[in-house]
């Protein structure tokens, strides 16, 4: 099993910047795809961005070319840089490794972005 603990989540103002960590207990490197979602209060979670294991990258289209998602996988970490924060960002942001038969998710991090 893969424990996931997110850090870096906070309040920040309307065009500020935040990044993300996420660190797992064991070695990533076998892991496909790591992953950062997000779930706003009544709203579904929510994928925000991706990264496989030779680094290629998918966003959604609300964050692309605001957020980068990358991975160091001797460091067993992954993080998501988020900058240009707009209140709309706010929710909570969960970090997921994606294995070939089963998903493991942390706890997530709150980040609030004030208008």
């Known amino acids: 099993q893969v424990h996931l603990v997110e850090s870096g989540g906070g309040l920040v103002q309307a065009g500020g910047s935040l990044r993300l960590s996420c660190a797992a207990s064991e070695s990533i490197r076998s892991i496909n795809t790591m992953g950062w979602y997000r779930q706003a209060p009544g709203n579904e979670r929510e994928t925000v961005a991706r990264i496989t294991n030779i680094g290629t990258t998918t966003y959604a289209d609300s964050v692309k070319g605001r957020f980068t998602i990358s991975r160091d996988n001797a460091q067993n970490m992954v993080y998501l840089q988020m900058n240009s924060l707009k209140p709309e960002d706010t929710a909570v942001y969960y970090c997921?490794?994606?294995?070939?038969?089963?998903?493991?998710w942390g706890q997530g991090t709150q980040v609030t972005v004030s208008s």
């Open positions: 997921r490794a994606e294995l070939e038969l089963q998903s493991y």
